[in-house]
């Protein structure tokens, strides 16, 4: 359990090149009442609650990045990155467009770099036609300043032809870029083909419901908010939602396709490179929609079956008396009726599984870091975290707040 | 002929009636009468254009705002100015005010005060259903924005998707408010858009055959058939997602046979054209403006109306470009990928034309040129993320994230703000009588210009390193906080800006130089009466013997007589060439259209809260129709000679 | 005003009033059905789009019953004739024969409203059932309410023309009634065909 408090920080060696390290420390402000409880928690735990009622939390979890992840680049991408140097100071990391690790990222990039190459080219001609009609114009300005004059013959023949090549111009340039566009579509689709695993996700006012698929029934399970996949393996995705319309979108794999009530669609993701991705909801979906993202990782082979055996499994068992007291309390509040806690009692399918909600990167859908100090003020004060959100404030003791949070952080 | 008209009594204008007496008789004529009851009947196509000139600019200096608090929300991660409720209005309220109170009404506005005057007829076709429009449009907005300051403002996009906006998902009237604000805005731009085209088919100065009707004015005619084809479509979505709400009907309901896609398909259908709905208009501030200051005729008439046609249509093909990550088959979407991006090509031309305008010009830098130049720089490059946004692949990655928000700030602010500031600069001593400030123009135009592409450009990257659109809040740590930062900085630049417009305005109409009628040495009939135009438009209707009417006949256009002075009349002619063919009465001011738009604000807004009030409200209704239609008893009398 | 304006011609012997596309009415009334027309093809879209994502059509219910809606078809074509008639003896300044066509056309204008009122009766579906109810039911009512504009507009007309008011627009008014109705009837042909065929067809 301290363990687990104390592992949030990155590994100094990995700070170099770990996007993750980028990403700083978000400060979670927390207000007077939920802060209480919070302490309250955490000083059970025998720590010093921080003085200033402010929760220091690094945002990337503890999981490790394989080396050299932000250093893969292309050359030619790192150049073109150099082109907007405002992009540069920003971090180019777990939710990037520019950043691809998959197929298909890679690809749209690919055409993205190349519409912008060539748009870029054009949009320097007009310029350059903007500038020189207002220079020439300058010189013309000392002409008399008479009245509109008649434009000479020769003159508008020649501009006639201009304006005949430029719309032919116009046309094959676009006809061009309609066919690279076309080609990285049909591309991008063909992979649908080798897919090999399949993840069902449900999207839900503010959250995402993961279930991964398997011939065998009882090898499916279900998990939230985060996705891990072997590297290199396609994956395919179907897409639902039970409420409105929602987004999936991991930029760094692939572009978005929607969620929509009464339809099912699909799309495949492949992770090239190992690594951490953060997805988000891209369609507006209400209150919460903008903490409604997801974690994905992408992990070897062998670590990715490992984590699925793990997942299998139902929940492991209180190993103390806090944590069976915690178990205790949260059959018996109100927990139950939307939390399923697979090998227990809880199986209500309304929020997310919390079989092995320790075990998971980050709490309530991206907005905080899984930490058991963030979880506790998660349970205390759900709405000031997240307002509008459909977890209620669960009327707990101080006494039993700790005991719940003993025995979900057990729940690795 | 009819005996009455034979009555030597009847006055008419021409060479036997002096031109003094002429001018009074027609003022007294057409004047508006003076006090409230005057303000409130009047059907003068001059005084309404002003009004809604004046109510679009309030609405956008409103929705302006919103876009301040939202820039303050997100200057950094995480922060809490505005709780994500407030926030969710604030968005909506900012899209839905800047599209429906703003972006359409203020070109509708130029439209109606500007196009009687540059075909060269007195009045606008049907001038009752117009001061109509203008009040039905006010009740909508005025409708929306008190629903907003009590609370109830829309919270679920300016595009109201279901089944977030439907009766599960968005209880209370929230969302009825901003679907009756459709119908509001939309019964008001209908009633204009008919205006419109009867106006330029059949009220245009003899001569000014299809070949020399103004740019401006084609625009508008291009624009009001897309309205005409494009608008029923959110009426009938938003119709549906109320009668959804309100009467329980399954139209977007999956669990009944209702289908969510089928408002994406209705309301794009519509959405798209919009786009050009606002921004063909603002083409034609630009066809009218840079002739005006290269001092030459625009090059290229044929090809910018066949443009402005083609767009017209190209413009209904596209709608499903916005619904690329819907999942909809991919061979369809290619199909609108290669649509969206042709629409490059008419756009391109019309580029080329003015490019080549000015290259060939003796261009005089004065403030509305500026304001075209910054339009040339910006829209061009919002164009061509435009064709970025028209490919699949890259549209799944950047759709619905902050390069879109770039995007479409790019094609409208630069495609139709930076074109409508140049306008206000150019027609302003049309309006008025007197100049705007230079010196505060090139002011107003720098800190646009600079503020716009601090704010705006940014948020390219922003939606490229991930940044999804309509979060009120972000973590901080991906990279966002310094560029979201720059895009706050820009904004307020971009505020000072249109501060300085304000002051501009305000200064002018006080203290401005006194404006002739022609200022700028223009070529349209606009210019060829005085600044500010009589009510009657023009002593007598002026004779078009070519495209540039004003610099052909440096001596004064030719004239016809014959109309009456002592009765409103105007002079119709006939589609193509302009033949004259009828003199055809114009109605006189009217406190019936008042009464009938304040029928139809209770029928629409009472049926917010009942359905009945569509079965009660249609009585007061039909009463102010039939008032408004029924003809004045007082038969028409010879005018008596003036002393 | 300072220059003597130069004039090239005198129009005081063109009409002040006139029929069909030279009357600015008729265009406003052009632009209207245009306006309407796309509001019905969208409205058809819309049905179509949702028949295209249920197996069965109608999901449940019958198919609207024949009669009334059929009885309204053959009502709507028979009076395109008597309105066909106004429409030329409006445009031969006719009061007389006038008052009679626009009396006839209210009596029509009213029984098809009646009608209307019956085929509300026989759709057998509610507007709350399903997406297809509300569907049929938006249909019939929009075009209910053209129905009722029309009506209404013509007693007006009729009312008018018995009184001290009848001049020569009058008279553009009937012809322009006359369009605008050979458009509601010419709506009514595929709607019924869309309310009563189709579901029957597919």
């Not at chain 2, 973590?475 to 249109?498: E, H, K």
């Not at chain 2, 256009?557 to 109309?563: A, D, I, K, Q, R």
Request: hydrophobic share 50%; with cysteine; net charge neutral.
């Amino acid at each position: 359990m301290t363990a687990r408090l104390a592992a949030p920080s990155p590994s100094p060696a990995g700070r170099g090149r770990d996007p993750c390290a980028a990403l700083g420390e978000a400060k979670l402000r927390l207000p007077p009442a939920q802060a209480l409880l919070a302490r309250k928690a955490w000083e059970g735990e025998g720590k010093v609650f921080p003085r200033n009622l402010a929760l220091t939390l690094p945002l990337c979890g503890p999981l490790p990045l394989p080396p050299g992840a932000g250093e893969g680049a292309a050359p030619w991408r790192r150049a073109a990155l150099a082109l907007c140097p405002l992009a540069l100071s920003a971090c180019q990391g777990i939710q990037s467009a520019l950043d691809p690790a998959g197929h298909q990222s890679g690809r749209i990039a690919g055409l993205w770099w190349l519409f912008l190459a060539v748009l870029a080219a054009i949009y320097a001609l007009v310029l350059v036609l903007l500038l020189i009609a207002a220079f020439r114009s300058r010189r013309r300005r000392s002409l008399p300043p008479g009245p509109a004059f008649r434009p000479e013959e020769p003159t508008e023949r020649r501009l006639t032809r201009g304006l005949t090549a430029w719309a032919v111009g116009t046309a094959a340039i676009v006809l061009t870029l309609t066919g690279f566009s076309y080609a990285v579509d049909r591309d991008i689709l063909a992979l649908g083909h080798r897919a090999e695993l399949t993840i069902e996700v449900t999207a839900k006012q503010w959250w995402w419901q993961v279930k991964y698929d398997d011939p065998v029934p009882n090898r499916s399970f279900e998990t939230a908010n985060e996705i891990r996949l072997p590297v290199g393996v396609p994956v395919r995705v179907v897409l639902k939602s039970q409420d409105v319309i929602h987004s999936f979108w991991v930029p760094n794999l692939h572009g978005k396709t929607d969620l929509i009530p009464g339809r099912v669609n699909e799309t495949v993701i492949v992770a090239d490179r190992e690594g951490r991705y953060r997805g988000q909801c891209a369609e507006f979906c209400g209150f919460q929609h903008a903490n409604m993202a997801l974690d994905v990782v992408a992990m070897p082979r062998e670590q990715f079956d490992a984590w699925r055996e793990s997942q299998l499994a139902p929940a492991s068992a209180p190993s103390d008396d806090r944590s069976r007291e915690g178990q205790r309390v949260f059959l018996t509040s109100a927990c139950v009726m939307c939390h399923t806690v697979r090998g227990t009692t809880a199986a209500s399918r309304v929020g997310p599984d919390l079989t092995h909600v320790a075990a998971r990167p980050s709490l309530a859908a991206g907005t905080l870091p899984y930490s058991k100090g963030n979880l506790a003020g998660w349970i205390a004060d759900p709405q000031r975290i997240k307002p509008g959100s459909q977890m209620p404030v669960v009327d707990l003791s101080a006494d039993q707040l700790q005991s719940v949070l003993a025995y979900l952080d057990g729940l690795k | 002929m009819s005996p009455r008209d034979a009555s030597p009594f009847i006055r008419r204008d021409g060479p036997a009636l002096e031109e003094v007496e002429t001018y009074a008789r027609l003022e007294r004529t057409w004047a508006t009468p003076p006090g409230l009851w005057g303000w409130l009947s009047s059907v003068d196509h001059k005084q309404v254009g002003r009004r809604y000139i004046v109510t679009a600019f309030v609405f956008f200096l409103l929705a302006g705002l919103l876009a301040l608090a939202m820039r303050m929300q997100l200057a950094g991660p995480e922060q809490t100015l505005l709780t994500p409720d407030r926030y969710n209005q604030i968005f909506t309220m900012h899209g839905t005010t800047m599209m429906f109170l703003f972006a359409v009404p203020v070109m509708e506005a130029f439209a109606i005060y500007l196009v009687p005057l540059m075909v060269g007829t007195r009045a606008i076709a049907f001038p009752r259903l117009n001061a109509f429009s203008y009040w039905v449009y006010l009740a909508g907005g005025v409708m929306l924005w008190v629903a907003f300051i009590l609370n109830v403002g829309p919270d679920v996009g300016w595009f109201s998707y279901v089944p977030l906006a439907g009766p599960q998902f968005s209880p209370g009237k929230r969302t009825d408010f901003w679907a009756q604000m459709i119908t509001f805005t939309e019964v008001a731009a209908l009633a204009v858009a008919v205006e419109i085209i009867v106006t330029v088919f059949k009220q245009r100065a003899p001569g000014m055959s299809l070949n020399r009707i103004p740019l401006f004015v084609w625009g508008q005619l291009v624009t009001s058939f897309m309205v005409v084809f494009a608008m029923p479509a959110v009426m009938v979505s938003s119709s549906m997602l109320i009668m959804d709400r309100l009467i329980g009907t399954h139209f977007f309901n999956p669990a009944e046979g209702g289908d969510a896609l089928l408002w994406q398909h209705l309301f794009w259908f519509f959405g798209h054209p919009e786009v050009y709905i606002i921004f063909l208009p603002a083409t034609g501030f630009v066809s009218s403006i840079l002739p005006t200051f290269a001092r030459r005729p625009i090059f290229g008439y044929t090809a910018l109306v066949l443009a402005l046609v083609a767009t017209g249509f190209l413009g209904f093909g596209l709608w499903v470009h916005h619904m690329f990550v819907t999942g909809l088959p991919h061979l369809g979407n290619s199909f609108y990928t290669a649509a969206s991006m042709a629409i490059a090509v008419p756009s391109g031309i019309q580029i080329f034309c003015w490019l080549a305008t000015l290259w060939d010009g003796r261009p005089r830098f004065a403030t509305p040129l500026l304001f075209v130049i910054g339009f040339i720089v910006i829209f061009v490059l919002g164009g061509l993320s435009g064709i970025m946004l028209a490919s699949v692949p890259i549209d799944s990655q950047v759709h619905d994230t902050y390069f879109v928000v770039a995007h479409f700030h790019y094609v409208l602010i630069g495609g139709a703000v930076f074109p409508l500031f140049g306008a206000v600069y150019y027609w302003f001593p049309k309006f008025t009588g007197r100049m705007l400030s230079e010196r505060a123009g090139a002011w107003n135009f720098g800190l646009f210009f600079v503020g716009f592409n601090l704010a705006f450009f940014p948020m390219h990257i922003l939606g490229l390193i991930g940044m999804p659109r309509r979060v009120y809040s972000y973590p901080a740590g991906l990279g966002w906080d310094d560029l979201n930062l720059l895009a706050t900085a820009g904004a307020t630049i971009l505020a000072a800006g249109v501060l300085v417009f304000l002051g501009n305005v305000w200064h002018s109409l006080k203290y401005g130089l006194v404006a002739d009628d022609n200022p700028w040495g223009a070529a349209t009939l606009e210019w060829a009466t005085t600044s500010p135009p009589p009510s009657f438009n023009f002593v007598h209707i002026p004779v078009v013997t070519g495209s540039n009417p004003l610099w052909e006949e440096p001596d004064g256009l030719p004239v016809v007589g014959g109309l009456r002075v002592d009765q409103r009349e105007l002079l119709l002619t006939s589609v193509v060439d302009a033949e004259p063919e009828v003199r055809e009465p114009s109605p006189e001011p009217s406190i019936w259209p008042l009464l009938s738009a304040t029928a139809v604000t209770i029928l629409f807004i009472g049926s917010i809260f009942t359905p009945w009030a569509v079965v009660w409200g249609s009585i007061p209704l039909a009463v102010g129709l039939i008032g408004w239609f029924w003809p004045k008893s007082a038969p028409d009398t010879p005018e008596p000679v003036i002393d | 005003m300072e220059r003597a304006p130069r004039f090239a011609a005198d129009l005081a012997h063109l009409p002040t009033s006139a029929h069909g596309p030279r009357a600015t009415t008729w265009w406003g009334t052009l632009g209207f059905i245009l306006i309407e027309a796309t509001g019905f093809a969208l409205a058809a879209a819309a049905y179509f789009y949702l028949m295209g994502q249920t197996e069965t059509w109608p999901p449940g219910q019958s198919p609207p019953d024949w009669l009334w809606g059929t009885l309204q078809l053959v009502l709507m074509l028979a009076s395109l004739w008597p309105n066909w008639w106004t429409d030329r003896v409006a445009h031969a300044d006719d009061l007389r024969k006038v008052r009679i066509g626009l009396v006839a056309m209210s009596a029509v204008g009213l029984l098809t409203l009646v009608v209307r009122a019956f085929e509300f009766g026989a759709l057998n579906c509610r507007w709350d059932d399903n997406a297809y109810g509300s569907m049929v039911w938006v249909l019939l009512g929009l075009h209910a309410t053209h129905l009722i504009t029309d009506v209404g507009d013509t007693l007006v007309l009729t009312v008018l023309m018995f009184t001290k008011h009848v001049e020569p627009r009058r008279f553009t008014d009937v012809t322009d009634n006359c369009v605008y109705w050979n458009f509601v009837v010419a709506a009514w042909v595929p709607l019924w065909a869309l309310l009563y065929v189709v579901p029957r067809v597919v």
